[in-house]
């Protein structure tokens, strides 16, 4: 068999994506490799596939035992021998997969950084034969990153012990310099390949909402994607109880999950997520290291993440499977405050010194800053957190909250003159919300004993709705005319810029939305009846959308009976492609990406007889 028979005999696929057959190509011709690219580009097949084409056993290390476990079911669904080794065997098992491991039954094993320098797996390892070493998320060894794993720099001691000296191959989502450069050293990566795809996903919409009724627009959200896999972000533990709770009254089947549970409870409502139980989990940043599950169609933030590496972390978990799915943030301005809260009370950095310390919670104040900026922007959000990690995107990309909503160019020149100037008569010593308070003619106590009544901006833009003077001073912030101090008292000062406002005639225009022209997202496109089903008219979309759901709800029974997660029978996008193509026979179900050869012997007579029944119904 070559590469794209067994990509299409047990994987079902008919072509490789991106990056995959340069590194798929170098790895068999013994080169090491580097593949960094995006969460739900395809990774695993990048070894896997090298794994089966190859005499000998690779190993792939890989940090957490929900991740093994999850690539071992998919492997051994798709009817090919995968074991791992890691703690969760007891010690019978262990030995038993070792024995199994020794007689050459598995030509992929996946195991735990920590026991590559145990005696006994050594005692196997050093007869094995050896052929590849795959190191899975390899952002883990560098120590800039959040993910470090001591564990791991023990790959390069394993991998030198070994008598022949395997192929090596690196693969992580985390593109910055430093982490790459440290994969390279750490791990010592002779001459390798390496291929970077880029950050962007696609197939991801990304909304920014603002609102006081926050839980009613989750429940609304929830209302109308019933049925789909989602993860609600939550603050705080007292958040996630709050929403859950609430949700849970509204009538939604909803886990939860934070550090507060005990681990059997915890351990309990992530398999519920896992195997759709409970379709849809709220959490805190607690939850999701290591989940790969593949068909999450949303994940909504109630509330502001710390820093956009967070964020594109979270929200990335949405959608590996690449179908459309939603990333939503829900913000309010007091998610600054409760963020601020956890930089000064940060215990993390307990070990530090003082000085350290101190550049650690500026350098957090500032992500939290560009994390705030990307809740205000009117630019595209997709290219806001494509250019922050240093990539450029482009300034319309047509699939997020901003490129869909209609924007007007305004001339706020007026405004923006009586903000910088009242800042400037009132010799930059207030924060904003005293300047707003002033320039919109406020008469409170504060003003008075400030005697800002008399500042000559005082009342300028009392006509003007006090959300859009403050949407005006945030512009401002962003485009670099003032700074705001990073402290409680957040005071407005003037910069090198103001000049050009204030004494240089500069006009100051600014992207409003339409009063009228609301945000659309995929949501209210699929309500318009552009289905991804694939059928244009409401009527086909709804008709789609119903065969989706008998799919969806056979998946979960023959699920059940594996004692498997659901998305490991079929993904979303494969049942999706059973909907567009309505395959009638065999040959036709095995053109369906994502049905090989194994997995239609398994399920494929159900999922034909599912979709003849469904054509007989429509009459
Ligand atoms: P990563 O580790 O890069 O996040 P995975 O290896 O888990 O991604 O793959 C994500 C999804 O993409 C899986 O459902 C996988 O089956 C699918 N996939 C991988 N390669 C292809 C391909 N060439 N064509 C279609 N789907 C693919
Ligand atoms: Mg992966």
Redesign the pocket.
């Known amino acids: 068999m070559d590469k794209y028979e067994i990509?299409k005999k047990y994987?079902g696929?008919d072509?490789?994506?991106g990056a995959?057959e340069t590194l798929i190509d170098s790895i068999l011709e013994g080169r090491d490799v580097l593949g960094i690219?995006p969460?739900?580009?395809?990774?695993?097949?990048c070894y896997q596939i090298p794994a089966l084409l190859t005499e000998g056993i690779t190993l792939v290390v890989s940090p957490l035992i929900s991740l093994m476990k999850d690539q071992v079911g998919n492997l051994n669904q798709a009817g090919i021998h995968a074991a791992y080794l890691n703690s969760s065997l007891t010690a019978g098992q262990y030995y038993k997969a070792l024995a199994l491991a020794r007689q050459g039954r598995y030509p992929i094993i996946y195991v735990a950084p920590e026991r590559l320098m145990t005696e006994a797996f050594l005692d196997f390892a050093l007869h094995a034969g050896i052929s590849m070493v795959a190191i899975d998320e390899a952002h883990c060894v560098s120590q800039w990153g959040q993910d470090f794993r001591p564990g791991y720099l023990k790959i390069p001691d394993f991998i030198a012990a070994l008598p022949r000296r395997p192929v090596v191959g690196a693969f992580t989502?985390t593109a910055t310099r430093e982490v790459r450069d440290d994969i390279i050293d750490i791990v010592r990566l002779r001459e390798p390949v390496v291929m970077s795809t880029g950050f962007d996903r696609s197939n991801l919409y990304f909304g920014v909402m603002s609102g006081k009724d926050r839980y009613g627009a989750i429940r609304n959200y929830l209302e109308t994607h019933r049925g789909e896999s989602g993860i609600i972000y939550c603050l705080t533990r007292k958040q996630v109880e709050e929403v859950c709770q609430k949700l849970i009254r509204d009538g939604f089947a909803v886990t939860r999950y934070h550090a507060g549970l005990d681990d059997a409870e915890r351990r309990k409502n992530q398999d519920d997520f896992i195997y759709d139980r409970a379709p849809v989990i709220v959490a805190t940043n607690a939850f999701g290291m290591g989940i790969?599950k593949?068909n999450v169609r949303f994940v909504l933030h109630f509330g502001m993440p710390k820093n956009p590496e967070s964020y594109y972390q979270e929200a990335g978990r949405a959608g590996?499977?690449?179908e459309p799915a939603e990333c939503i943030l829900y913000y309010s301005g007091q998610d600054v405050a409760t963020n601020r809260f956890f930089i000064e009370h940060n215990q993390d950095n307990e070990e530090l010194d003082e000085v350290t310390k101190a550049l650690v919670a500026e350098r957090d104040r500032e992500r939290l800053q560009k994390m705030t900026f990307y809740c205000y922007t009117n630019g595209c959000l997709r290219d806001y957190l494509l250019q922050y990690f240093g990539e450029y995107g482009s300034s319309y990309c047509g699939n997020c909250s901003n490129c869909l909503t209609q924007f007007e160019e305004k001339d706020l020149t007026e405004a923006a003159s009586a903000l910088l100037g009242c800042v400037r008569s009132a010799r930059q010593r207030y924060g904003t919300v005293v300047i707003i308070d002033t320039v919109r003619g406020a008469r409170t106590a504060k003003i008075r004993d400030y005697g800002l009544h008399e500042n000559p901006c005082y009342g300028a833009l009392a006509r003007m709705p006090v959300y859009r003077i403050r949407q005006v001073l945030q512009e401002l912030q962003i485009r670099g005319y003032v700074t705001v101090t990073d402290d409680a008292y957040a005071v407005v000062r003037l910069t090198e810029k103001s000049g050009e406002i204030l004494d240089g005639g500069q006009r100051f225009l600014m992207k409003m939305a339409k009063e009228t022209g609301n945000a659309s997202t995929r949501s209210e496109e699929k309500k318009r009846g552009k289905s991804r089903y694939g059928a244009d008219d409401s009527a086909g979309a709804g008709r789609g959308e119903l065969l989706f759901e008998r799919l969806r709800s056979l998946r979960m029974e023959l699920a059940r009976k594996a004692k498997v997660p659901p998305y490991l029978v079929f993904?979303d996008k494969t049942l999706t492609h059973m909907c567009i193509q309505q395959p009638q026979t065999k040959q036709e179900m095995l053109a369906v990406?994502?049905v090989g050869e194994y997995k239609y012997e398994k399920y494929g007579e159900r999922f034909l007889e599912c979709i003849r029944a469904f054509q007989n119904s429509s009459g």
């Not at 969460?39 to 097949?45: E, I, Q, Y």
């Open positions: 990509l994987f696929y072509s490789f994506r995959q690219m969460t739900g580009a395809g990774k695993s097949l989502a790969d593949s590996r499977d690449g993904s990406p994502g």
